[in-house]
């Protein structure tokens, strides 16, 4: 029993030693959208960025993200801009502060120069959650990790805004997130 019971204690240390758990660094991070307008590219960023972040880059079965940011921090440098889209007509942040982007599945890549991984999951925001992928990079800095990807939406599946002939329905996404061992 004795043998049973520090077996177990090891094994408990050694994956608890091997599960790299991060947290995303909201000053070092960058959630940035555009999308043309008028057909000029315009664009902000978001802030507040919340969550857990499982990277094990031998073992990617076990990696996991859900992260978070929080609506009212958007930022376009137009505050005026910066209210309309907190409002009810576009991300109507008094019912839906948050957008969530949550792993189902992290795969490695066949891309050339390494550091490439392949992301599988959902991105909640106004209220609905859709599926979403794209590649992206993880590079080592220390015992941190920054994650880069880039993705395209349409808006209008997430009930944000309305159909517009001014205003595309398309909006990139580009993530620079900094997540910070724990």
């Avoid at 960058?30 to 031998?58: A, Q, Y």
């Avoid at 120069?113 to 925001?125: I, N, Q, R």
């Avoid at 992206?136 to 990790?145: H, I, L, Q, R």
């Amino acid at each position: 029993m004795i043998k049973f019971a520090l077996s177990f204690i090891l094994l408990t240390y050694y994956i608890q030693g091997k599960t790299q758990v991060y947290m995303p660094d909201d000053a070092g991070s960058k959630v940035h959208f555009s999308i043309k307008n008028f057909g000029i590219n315009t664009g902000g960023d978001l802030h507040g960025l919340k969550g857990n972040i499982n990277f094990i880059p031998s073992s990617l079965i076990k990696s996991s993200l859900n992260v978070s940011v929080d609506v009212k921090t958007i930022d376009t440098d137009n505050g005026t801009r910066d209210e309309h889209l907190r409002s009810s007509s576009y991300f109507d942040e008094e019912n839906f502060p948050t957008i969530v982007i949550k792993s189902t599945k992290i795969d490695k890549t066949n891309k050339i120069g390494g550091g490439w991984y392949y992301f599988t999951g959902t991105l909640t925001m106004h209220g609905i959650t859709k599926s979403i992928s794209f590649p992206f990079t993880a590079t080592s800095k220390n015992e941190d990790y920054l994650f880069t990807g880039t993705f395209d939406i349409n808006r209008l599946d997430f009930g944000v805004g309305s159909n517009s002939s001014v205003l595309s329905k398309t909006v990139k996404v580009s993530l620079s997130v900094l997540a910070r061992k724990r």
